[in-house]
Every structure is written in C-alpha cells, then in structure tokens.
C-alpha cells in the first residue's frame, strides 16, 4: 500500500501550488501527493508545465494521484446532452494530461457532479442510467490512456446515486470496464455503510482507490474509527493501491462552504500544526496497517 | 433514563395517526413516544383533539415528547423580521398545545430553520446573535408553559450553526434559561463530535434531550456506533431524561427526501419487519444502558 | 444460529440439576442449554437418568450441548500412558451417553487438562504430538457416536497448546475428523487473537462450536467486545452451530476457584439479577446478530 | 504525559545492559526507559555502578523508572512473618538505590508476589489487611526516598486481591500515603474492568502509574483495544507520569515462561523488527494521545 494526502488539506481553495507540496508530504513521510484536477484547468494547462510538475514529482520520488468533482455543468449524468457532451469533452480532454504525468488514478464522483444541489430533480434510476452509458463511453478513454476511474461512494448528503459500496459495485459491473473501479472513503461509509471493514471486503480486488479521513474529517488517528478492523480488511484483500487521507479541518474559502465546514474542527490550525498532524497521522496508518 | 422511538420511523410523511401508534409503541415495549409537531398544526388542532389523544397515551402508560424542524419561512435567527415574527408567533402558539398535553419536552434545529438550503446566505456570526436574542423571548414562554425547548445539535450537512456540544453549551449558557438545554443526536454526533461520550459527559445536567441513532439511522444495535460506551457516559451524568430512538430505513415521500434516504437502508422494510427492529433495539438499548 | 447458555452460570459448583434449569432457560429465552458433563458423571449417571432429562429438554424444546475440562488424571496428551487410558476410557465411556441424548456437540480442552498447574512439565511439541495421535483415535469413537468435539481455544493462563484459532485449525488438520473442530470462546480470544472477527472468519465452516462472553465474563452487552463485528464475522462464514454464553460473575464455589473469580463480578448477583441478564443478553444477541 | 518501554521486551531474561537500551530507546523515539529491579539486585550492585547507569540516562535524555514483582519468599501480605520481613528488607534496601538514581516511579504487585501459585493458600481479606498494613510501614521509606509505589491492579490469574481499578482505590485510601498510588495496565484492565476508560477517570489523580499493551501484549496499535478512548481519558484526568508500554511478544526463557508466552505473538520478531514495531508505536501514541 501507499500512503498519501490531498493537498487541499492545506488550502482554502482547490487550486495551489503543487511545487510547494511536494517535497513538503515527502518530508512528512507520504509516498503520494493527490492533487485536484480543478489546478489543471486553471494552472497547470500547457503541456511544459504538466511535465515539470511532474518532474518535481519524480525528483522527490513521489507518486500523483489525481480527484476531481464535476461542476453542475459538466454532468454525465444530466438529462441535458448539452451537459453530457461538456463532462465529456472535459474529461476527454482531461485523461491525456493526466497520462502524460503518469498519474494512473482519477477519482471522484465523477459520474455525477458536486456539491449535490438539493433543490435540483433527481431522477435515481434515469441518471443512474445515462452514467453507465456515458460512463461505458468514458472508460475506452480510459483504458487508452491507463488511467483508473475511481466511482466514490458519497454519503446522502453529498450524493443520490451511489451510497454504498454495493451500489458502487453493481455500478461498475454495468459499466464493465477494467478501468472503471470502486472508490471508497471512510468518512463517507462511516455515515451509510453498515460495517466499514465489510464493505471494504466486499470490494475486493474491485476497489481502485481509497481516500482516509475520521468521522470529522480530521486526519486518520485523531477520531474514532476503527482504523485496526479498517487495517484488517486490507490486509484481507491484499490491496495495493493508493490509501489517500483528504482531511478537512479549517473552516473558510471555497473549500470550507463546499465541504460544509463551518467552524475549525482543530483548534488553532496553523501551517505547522497541519504537518504535524500529517506526519503524525501517516507514521500512525503505517504502524496500524503494516504487519 | 425513559426509552422511546419517534413515530416518523414507520411513515413517509410527517403526519401520521399517533393514536395508532401509542399503543403499538406500549407493545413493542417503549415508554415514550415522539411526534411530529407538524401534526399538532395540520391534524390534531382543537384541544379536544390535543386532549384525546394525551388520553391515549395516558391510558397505555406512553409519555409524549415532541419534535419540530422549523420551516424556511419560521426561522428565528432570520435577518427578515417578518420570518421572525412567523417563528415566534408559531411556537408561542404551540408552546401552550404541548402544555395541554402534558408534553415537557420539544426538540430540534428550533434556532434556525430545516432542512438547510446550502443556496441560502449564511451569516453564521449574525444568526447567532439572533438566535440567542430570539431564543432568549421565546424562553419565557416555554418557561410558563414549562416545556423544555432543546437546541438540536446538527451535523454539518443539516445546520451550519450548532455542530457540536461545546456550540450548543456556549449557546444556551447565553440564553440563560432553565428551560432552554442541550439536545443530542448520536447520528450527528456520530459525523462531527471527537469523541462522543466525552461529548455526552461535558453536556452534563445540561442535556435536555437525546435522540439515539446508528451511524446509517438504523435502529441501535445495527451498526457500529459504540453504544457500551455511550451508555457508560449516560450513567457517568445520571441521565434521567428520555432516550429517543429516530431511525429512518425506507426511501420516499417527504420523509425520505428531507431525510436525504435515496434507498431502503435496510432489505424490504415491511411494517412487521419495522416491528421486529424496534422491539429488539429497545430491549438492546435496556440492556446495554442499564447496571 | 441457536442461542445457548451454560448452566454454571447460576452455580457455584459444576453439578447441578439440570430439570430446573432446562424450562427456566427456555423461558428466559434461550434454544440451548449447555450442560457441565461433570454431571454425567456424578448425578445423571443411570440410562433413564440420562433420558428422562432428555426429555425435559424435548418438552421445553430445548437443546443440549455439553462442556468438559478433563482432570489432570485423564489427560490425552499426558507423557504416562495410565494417564491417557483414564482419559481415553473417560471420554469413550461418555460419548456413547451423549448419543444417547441425542447431544451432538461435547466442547473444551479436550487434548489436555484444566485448569493449567503451572508448575507441571510443559512439553508442548510432545504434548501437541501426543494429542494429535489420541484424538485421532478418540474421533473414532466421536464418529460413531456422531458428536462433534470441539477443541476450545484456550487463554494462554488455561491453556499452553491451543492459543489461537490458527493453532486450533492446525490441530484439527493433523488430526483429520470430520468429528474434530474448532471451538472458539471470546473470552479467551480477546486475550490473544489480534482480531476476533478475522479469528472467526478464518475459522469458517470449521468452526464447531462457540462460546460467548465478554472481556470479564459477564454476558454479553454488559462489556465492550465488538459484538457488531463478531455479528458480522459470523453472518460471514454462515454459521449455523451453537452460541453459548459462558458468563460466570460470582465469587465463591470451585467454580469461583477454578474460574478465578476472586469477586463478584456484577453487584449483588442474585438469581433474579442473574436471569434478567441472562435474558436481556439473549435478546441482544439475536437484535444483533440476525439480519 | 512521558512515553516509556519496559526493557524486557527485547530479551528473555529480567536483568540485561540496560546501557545498552538507554540509547536504543532514546534513537526510538521514547522518553523513558523501565527497568527490571531484579537487575538492581544481580547486576548493578554498587552505589558506582547504580550512578553510571544513572550517567548515562541523564547523557541520552531518558528518565527511568522501574518495576518489579516479588518473588514467594519476599511477600508483603504473608501469613509468615519471616517472609513479610524478606520483603520489607528487600524494599527497604531497594528504595535508598533507586533514590540515588534519581527513580521516582517504582510500580508492580508489590502488596504481594508473582507469579501466582494457584496451588498456595488464599486469604484474600486476611492478605488484603496484612498487605494494608505492612505497605503503611514501607511507604514511609517511599516518602523519604521520594520514591512513588505503584498497586499494579492485576488480571485474575496474576492476582487474586487487586483485579480492578476500584479495588486498587480502596486498598490505597486505606493505606493512606502521598506515596502510595494506582498502577494500570491496560492488558490487565482488558480481562477485567467494565470499561477501560471509564477505571481511568476514576483512578483520577490518584493514577501513579500506567502500563500500556494491547489484548495480547503486543505494542499499542498492532491490537483492538481502545486507544483513542483510552486517549482522551487520560486527557480528562490530566494525566503527568509516565505511561510505559510493556509489550512482550517472543516466547522462551524465564520471562516467557513466567509471562505465559507460549508462542511468538509476531512472525519472526528479529531485534530489527522489535524496534521498528516500538518506534512505530510510540509515534502512535504520541499521535492518538496528545492534541
């Protein structure tokens, strides 16, 4: 397994120097950095700078992996083929930019968009229709430019289509493509699945890509998930991708309203305060999870 | 401590025949049924009403308590006075109903309004203050009436204003009214507390009331939630309240669209089945709570 | 699953009388009764003793299981070969009564002794060697009597051979019965498994019988052993043997001696305590357990 | 809160080099090192050789503290006033040396003997009185010394007078010295109280000392137990001492057969493994412990 952070943890907002955060979460003791795609449509755009960002990645001999959650208007979901075609294009465009960083993981819930609006139609069954088709479309994408499509289970509140890791599964079987996997992340099973550990079983050789975060979001070791069963299951299914802690802690910023964090989970959290809570939490994941 | 279920848990809809369920609730082995205050305005409205079925519960041995999420347009911490002014003239409105019925205890998000709508503007800071102010009025009535109003503490996605104990405690510390206290969710716990006994232990003597759900809103007993330890931290207090339980398992209609339940949380969830998990988490929550 | 207790709970010395305990456990809720065969030995010991308690159980629909810890004078793995005849003799003596009690599970540390002298020689790989072989003859006997003999898994206090349910599947592979299984027992597993979800799953269709209890030995629900978990484990492997709480929680007796219970366990442990818990415990187990 | 290790983890025997570990331990990332007294009596002998030890602890940082089990000849709570006389001469020479070295913490059964020889006599009330009134004489030298005595509370096949948390409290108001306080171990705690945490809370300030290791006495992280629970008690009390994890995972020699170690816990536990396993662990409870 390794073991990385999404650099969001750090910002206010989804787009940010990854220069800087390299080296940084390799001097905390992380192999892989995830960034946002949303910096490489607004930062990173021409090819020169994907690959000298993906210099500094090689340089310090850290691994990307790659998130992204689709605006409202780039849904491949919609019964809007305006939208549809958008989220394509979007993604169409995305997927060679991510293979010419070799980053081999794009996850999210990406056969949707967010945040979930409310008060828009939701149509379970039709949407859930149009996204394996369009999603069977993506994955030849995909498969061309090996890079995994990690479907996340979102919690109700986030997402309608897929809350748990059973959906998720059904899901990708319709899709039935090798790049199309199961993403998990705890915070959100914590609130839908009946058992974290089972559902992580129940995945298997299925699940593509794994985000850690407590119940609160902070960073794994600081709440109360049971990170020894969550270790177990695993270790029972001999996973091998990238584990991925996203936490959440400070209020503020685009991220703090998309999130929903109204307040600072951790008291006085300070750049210095975040590494260490970092490094604490990844030397904690290592001894809890390694045999 | 007093065990009871919220009626909603076998509904779509709020309203429902509390006559039918007082009995059923004395049966499946409940002291306490909770209802909707929604019915006290569209179904059981003249006292004679309100007084036949504070009889039914009488005649079964079922205490009462209620609860209400306040509609956008009744939302004491709104800038718009004449939203106040709906809120404040609502519940000095039902306060004295509940009194009639012998009813000591209305619970929810009664500060603000629900369910959230993220596109509304949130003046987290100002709504307090309003809040507070409001709170402070409407407390003199519920002292007359002597129903205890408890402020619902909310997870993230359902209120931006009190996530945690310590907001809720900071909050009735300023109202200042012996009838104005802490009221638990230990789904929302659950999402945003550290730790949730420490969080039922600072609460003290000033949990008012306690609504107890899984992590999913299964009945208690179904999940994971460490249910050991919250009845250690509920004896730690001497809680002499009432327990609550307010599971929601069935997709559709109001219920499960204001509950965000995309999907039946449990298979097939008939009214026997329904039955069957109310009656086992009763007496799972006796014995696990109880020396 | 079927829900059993162990008669000790009630008593402090191994014999007692089974008739008045067979409709008092059936009415607190039990499917079985586990029964001490220090009995069988001692006051049931005629054929019409053994069926006229046979059918008490039948008339309350109950089920009989049996436990036994062998003397140290009838001990299978002994290095004296006097010793082993006794225990052979024993156990081929009993058997054929089990049988005819229509009693299909005889479960303890059968390959050894109890309670552990810790003074005496340990010659663990002789020990296991000696075991192996005699069991492998005494599952002939257990064949033709069609009882299962379950091979408890031992603290590392009570039992130096057998620790884990990896040792245990080991054992019962060198011996190769269809009569000889594992038995695991979460007192004791909580003493020495890493995980007690993951021992069960292991363990799979060769678990034979089971015993409950929690960390103290009170029953079930009164402690923090991870009931969901082991619940979920066991719906894993599809478990449809026996699960017999053990409790034992009063000082006093040889069983308070044996068992090293130095002082009550529960307050003031009368008989009517002892069956609330008892009952309260079976009804947790089944809320659950069952799906 | 200081984070310790008990030297025996890595050796067979009670007494070793602890110049040897010193540094170790420091490199590892611990504060403090536990030592055996059991080396204060064959090893390090002069007054010279206590202060060089002591030499090198100040010159690498580390505070010591020590630990101890009487062996059935030096036995406080005796019938046999001979015995009782071994043990006070014992302590009473022991005390002034660990003053010299700066020790502060001496923690184990110290009211009675260990192992534990189920086949001996128990007088548990008659014991508990002797062991109450001869440890009154001995905490006067503790209080001169300045050295704290710690009631290690003791799993029931260790001991048969301090099971629980609330015995421990009892037995040291009835002592009645600043210098006699609680000792916990959390593998203790694991077989025996209702709730870890909550046995935490009650110690209070009166906890002199903690031992910490999982269900099976490996280092904290590698197990089940309930560390942030256990966390966030020692949070709510405010704990200062030191807590000393006290892993022992390799069979053999005396202190495997006097620990009951009958297997390896761990494949293979190489000295190499050992370390990384307790610099692993300390970083874990740096990381759950502190906020």
């Known amino acids: 397994m390794k073991y990385g952070i999404y650099a969001p943890y750090w910002t206010h907002e989804w787009t940010s120097d990854y220069e800087y955060f390299i080296p940084k979460v390799k001097k905390l003791g992380f192999d892989v950095l995830e960034i946002s795609c ?14 000298e960002l993906k210099k500094v990645a090689d340089d310090n001999g850290i691994v990307l992996t790659a998130g992204y959650g689709p605006t409202k208007e780039q849904n491949l979901c919609s019964e809007d083929p305006a939208i549809v ?4 294009d979007f993604f169409q465009a995305l997927l060679p930019k991510l293979q010419l960083m070799d980053i081999k993981i794009l996850g999210g ?11 828009m139609k939701m149509d379970r069954e039709g949407d859930l229709d149009r996204a394996v088709k369009n999603m069977r479309i993506l994955s030849k994408t995909a498969e061309e430019c090996d890079v995994t499509l990690g479907m996340e ?10 809350n748990t890791c059973g959906q998720a599964l059904e899901f990708i079987d319709a899709v039935g493509s090798t790049h199309v996997k199961v993403m998990l992340d705890t915070f959100h099973m914590n609130i839908e699945e009946d058992n974290i550990p089972e559902a992580i079983r129940r995945a298997g050789e299925k699940l593509g890509h ?9 960073v794994p070791g600081k709440g ?3 990170w020894a069963e969550i270790g177990q299951a695993l270790r029972d299914i001999d996973y091998q ?18 999130i929903r964090v109204w307040r600072d989970i951790i008291p006085n959290p300070t750049e210095e305060k975040l590494d ?4 604490g939490s990844v030397a904690f994941l290592r001894h809890v999870f390694e045999r």
Do not use: C
Request: hydrophobic share 40%; net charge negative; proline share 4%.
């Open 38 to 51: 949303a910096a490489l449509v607004e930062k990173y755009v021409t090819d020169a700078q994907l690959l």
């Open 85 to 88: 075609k958008k989220a394509m």
């Open 109 to 119: 819930g990406l056969y949707s968009y967010w945040p979930l609006d409310m008060t």
């Open 153 to 162: 289970v979102l919690n109700r509140y986030e997402g309608y289509m897929l």
């Open 210 to 218: 794994l985000h850690l975060g407590e119940q609160n979001r902070q």
């Open 224 to 226: 109360s998930l049971p």
């Open 241 to 258: 991708g990238a584990a991925v802690m996203e936490p959440f802690v400070m209020k503020g910023g685009t991220i703090g309203e998309e």
């Open 276 to 279: 260490r809570d970092a490094a």
